[in-house]
């Protein structure tokens, strides 16, 4: 059981905008920054969002974060065949002292 | 650039305990002050799991429904930086990842996030 909570799955057609959730609580996403990571089929997850909204260099513009309370959205637009992938979402917990995650969203490109 | 590499068994025994080395390249622990160095795992199709965190001077943290069964060490001679679990189960069946951190000890996020590979490790009789 994940201690973020993300919808198990979501799906788009290319060109399309789709949004992936993640909530938590006060102690994690209601108070530290949230991240998302990218995970293709058989690879390491890769940083795709940092600190609610910063993407790494290399990152499209098409990928987008935000948060508010105790809940995140990454945003997807003009959506690709090669966003097909697992996306978690991460953040700091205060109480744990360490990272928590969610659980994962499959992302399927029909 | 920072490349990480975990090494170890890919399967161990039940009650048995695991050992896993990740040796960094492309630079030094002792040159990456502001970071802790992670072990991450992910049971096959499922999600990640923070396991814990060192920093290069040794302190750790550890997530507290494993602390138990943790221990994390560091060798910055050696470039290198080590997980063992003991009391294995069949739960703990996963690919293990090590990566950097790219949470500062200050706190700050930034955009320099390195993983290796991973290693998958079976725990079976």
């Known amino acids: 059981q994940s201690v973020l909570t993300q919808t198990p799955s979501a799906s788009g057609t290319p060109g399309q905008r789709v949004t992936i959730s993640c909530s938590g609580s006060?102690?994690?996403?209601?108070?530290?920054?949230v991240n998302w990571f990218q995970q293709l089929p058989g690879t390491a997850p890769t940083l795709l969002i940092y600190?609610?909204?910063e993407r790494p260099s290399g990152v499209p513009d098409r990928f987008s974060g935000s948060k508010s309370g105790t809940s995140a959205s990454l945003a997807i637009s003009g959506l690709q065949s090669e966003d097909e992938a697992h996306y978690y979402c991460a953040a700091w917990d205060n109480s744990l002292n360490g990272w928590v995650f969610g659980g994962g969203t499959k992302l399927t490109v029909l | 650039h920072l490349q990480l590499q975990e090494s170890g068994p890919g399967l161990v025994k039940p009650s048995e305990t695991l050992s896993l080395t990740c040796t960094v390249s492309g630079d030094s622990i002792s040159r990456n002050p502001s970071y802790y160095w992670v072990w991450i795992r992910q049971p096959p199709g499922k999600g990640l799991e923070w396991v814990g965190s060192?920093?290069?001077?040794?302190?750790?943290y550890y997530n507290p429904s494993l602390k138990s069964r943790v221990t994390i060490s560091i060798d910055p001679s050696r470039n290198q930086f080590s997980l063992k679990l003991s009391s294995m189960t069949a739960a703990d069946t996963a690919v293990y990842y090590c990566?950097?951190?790219?949470?500062?000890?200050?706190?700050?996020?930034?955009?320099?996030?390195?993983w290796g590979q991973g290693t998958l490790v079976t725990v079976s009789s």
């Open positions: 990566a950097r951190d790219f949470r500062t000890i200050s706190a700050v996020l930034t955009p320099q996030n390195y």
């Open positions: 006060s102690s994690n996403i209601g108070s530290t920054a």
């Open positions: 060192v920093y290069y001077s040794g302190s750790t």
């Open positions: 600190n609610n909204d």
